[in-house]
């Protein structure tokens, strides 16, 4: 098998990753329906949905009941625009360069994950992946919630399928495993790596989890 430079993983600059500040954009006047869903991808990580109450979402953005069902029309639909909305800014821009070759992908890619450790652990308390975080409370009478994290699974594994596929016709990995198997491992991975740190927040040891697994693969 070809070899990677993992040690040029922590190191790697190309991918930035910025979150701007939660409260930078949000007065009365202002409030914009993105703005909104930034405030509540905050507070269903930290809290959970069955936690995250209408009133406790007014109180954290500063608008009244009517601006709120304006953009929503009900908790289970505004969380479901979270759900797009962490997956727009957090996820999708982790994406592998069709013009890189694997082992430039490989490393980006794993660099944007690290940044997006940052990001998680940027509060006093981890927050953990907001996805992972709703698929454990909902349940399949929450339809519209259910279809919509179902359809970011499928999008997040077909991003992670594409650089896994690149690396199989490259060389760099096996193909006694297909890419859908190989994606969901380490998605798998990084959920109950996400999921480890919400009890034991160790940032460093998240980050090497994700670089392990993707060094199994590529064996």
């Not at 993992?6 to 409260?23: E, N, P």
């Not at 608008?63 to 929503?72: C, D, R, T």
């Not at 360069?97 to 490393?107: E, H, P, S």
């Not at 690290?114 to 409370?137: A, K, T, W, Y």
């Amino acid at each position: 098998m070809l070899s990677i430079n993992w040690k040029q993983i922590d190191d790697w600059s190309i991918f930035v990753y910025r979150s701007a500040k939660l409260g930078e954009l949000m007065n009365k006047n202002t409030t914009s329906k993105q703005s909104i869903c930034a405030v509540g991808e905050k507070l269903f990580a930290l809290h959970g949905y069955s936690a995250v109450g209408i009133k406790l979402i007014l109180d954290e953005v500063g608008i009244p009941k009517g601006s709120f069902y304006h953009y929503f029309a009900s908790k289970e639909a505004f969380a479901a625009e979270v759900a797009q909305y962490y997956f727009d800014q957090r996820i999708a821009p982790i994406a592998m360069d069709l013009n890189a070759n694997f082992k430039t992908n490989v490393t980006v890619v794993l660099s944007g994950y690290h940044q997006l450790i940052d990001f998680l652990f940027s509060d006093s308390q981890p927050r953990g992946c907001l996805l992972g975080n709703l698929m454990v409370e909902v349940n399949p009478q929450m339809t519209l919630l259910h279809q919509t994290l179902n359809q970011l699974f499928d999008q997040w594994l077909s991003l992670f399928n594409a650089l896994i596929e690149q690396g199989q016709q490259q060389g760099f990995i096996k193909k006694d495993m297909s890419a859908s198997v190989l994606s969901n491992i380490f998605w798998s991975n990084w959920q109950g790596t996400m999921l480890r740190c919400q009890i034991k927040a160790d940032k460093t040891a998240a980050k090497r989890s994700i670089v392990q697994c993707m060094q199994l693969i590529t064996r």
